[in-house]
């Protein structure tokens, strides 16, 4: 080592120790002004420091900081749930899960009238749906939710939205497109039915998707004794999801609010004892349909949930009955047109991991003003009464896991003899997901 090298590092080696001393150290109590000399025994002079920090400065900024990868992308805040670098992609604070539903299906008829689009609807295996869903808080203010749904044949954003968390006064707002709110059925997924197909009387009046749309929503919890809820929310019109009441795809732009469609929907609780509680809505849509200028289309509602559990027993029974019946008034040239349809079931889980249950459906003709049945421009075929028997039994051999096992007899009005069909359906949860509804 040279002897400029070894006087260097020694004053290197100085300069460390005078900085790692405590301030008191290394100032003296009678310091004056910045330009000051160093105390004589330090043994620095001006050339000596000036020398080190052009070293320690250079060295500096040719060395990468510690820890830091090349070309690192910088983290996300902590608030966004999200980090991400090169080599690391860390979920902190995002809840995400798959699910996964299949089915073995049989069919009497080569031509099924499923009207959901996850339902079986062909003889074979079936693949119902992958569907990805995630939520996370984004800051203090919004939550975000995502659900997409991928098939054999593409993939399907279902849902996307920003829902509010801190608003006052029991207010609550979210933007993006959404299941409405209308009914109990439509705003949920299918693995929270119990069932492995959708009632004909919700694809019938909303379609196979249920009713969804790009919009806003508000909802307000009262400060009522019971739970009481109040829903409304303005959506797009058209699009595939609104194809069977409102404008559908083929729908035009937006020229006046008109072109939106309208629900509203009120939710109440009641518990009527430790064991036994009860859900109650009203709902009811408006919207632009295409079969003329300025024609529309109002849909009623009303759902019932009621729920047996004798918790103060210690059992695992339960026992549900759902039910939602459906008014349909549409206007359409010179007449206007209306229908009834509507379900009922019961599930009865006689064990923790097993259950039994039960559906009934209905669906009526459409009929002019005049009461006489008239031509459906959405459903040609349709003109008499249909009616669908279904029974199941359920195994969950974990919470993440379930096996159904299901059949049923269609009693349809313009064929010749039922429809009968049995499916064997499966599915599998992986991730955090989150609880459903009451």
């Not at 900085?19 to 150290?25: D, I, Q």
């Not at 800051?139 to 054999?152: E, K, L």
């Not at 809820?229 to 559908?248: N, Y």
């Amino acid at each position: 080592m040279s002897p400029t090298s070894c006087r260097l590092a020694g004053l290197a080696v100085c300069l460390s120790f005078c900085l790692a001393l405590p301030a008191s150290a290394q100032t003296p109590p009678d310091a004056g002004t910045p330009s000051q000399e160093p105390p004589p025994d330090a043994g620095l002079s001006a050339e000596d420091l000036k020398e080190i920090q052009e070293a320690l400065g250079q060295d500096a900024a040719e060395a990468p900081q510690a820890g830091t990868p090349p070309d690192s992308i910088p983290a996300a805040p902590a608030s966004s749930g999200v980090t991400l670098s090169p080599t690391n992609v860390d979920f902190h604070g995002l809840n995400l899960s798959f699910v996964l539903d299949v089915a073995a299906a049989a069919f009497t008829s080569k031509e099924p009238l499923q009207t959901g689009g996850h339902d079986p609807t062909a003889s074979g295996f079936n693949f119902q749906q992958l569907e990805m869903s995630l939520t996370t808080a984004v800051d203090p203010y919004f939550r975000f939710t995502g659900n997409i749904v991928f098939s054999q044949f593409g993939v399907e954003v279902e849902e996307a939205y920003a829902t509010t968390t801190d608003l006052p006064a029991s207010l609550q707002l979210r933007a993006g497109q959404f299941l409405t709110r209308f009914g109990r059925l439509n705003p949920t997924h299918p693995h929270a039915w119990d069932f492995a197909d959708q009632p004909f009387a919700v694809g019938r009046i909303f379609g196979g998707e249920g009713n969804r749309g790009l919009g806003v929503e508000a909802s307000w919890l009262s400060p009522l004794p019971w739970y009481l809820e109040v829903v409304g929310s303005v959506t797009d019109a058209s699009g595939e999801s609104t194809a069977r009441s409102f404008l559908g795809a083929g729908g035009g732009g937006v020229t006046s609010p008109f072109d939106f469609q309208f629900t509203g929907a009120v939710k109440q609780f009641f518990p009527l004892s430790d064991d036994l509680s009860l859900m109650w809505g009203l709902s009811g849509a408006n919207g632009p349909n295409p079969t003329g200028y300025h024609n529309r289309t109002d849909v009623l509602g009303t759902d019932v949930y009621l729920k047996y559990r004798p918790l103060s027993a210690g059992s695992t029974t339960q026992v549900t009955l759902q039910a939602e019946l459906f008014y349909r008034r549409r206007q359409v040239p010179e007449d206007v047109l209306s229908d009834f349809n509507g379900y009922g079931q019961v599930l009865w889980r006689f064990d923790q991991r097993w259950a039994a249950g039960g559906r009934y459906e209905f669906g009526s003709p459409a009929r002019a003003l005049n009461g006489a049945i008239a031509e459906d421009p959405l459903d040609t075929e349709w003109a008499d009464n249909r009616q669908r028997i279904s029974a199941n039994v359920t195994f969950w051999p974990t919470e993440f896991s379930r096996l159904r096992l299901q059949g049923a007899t269609d009693l349809v009005g313009w064929r010749d003899r039922p429809d009968y069909s049995v499916f064997l359906a499966l599915e599998v949860v992986m991730g955090a997901h989150g609880a459903h509804a009451f």
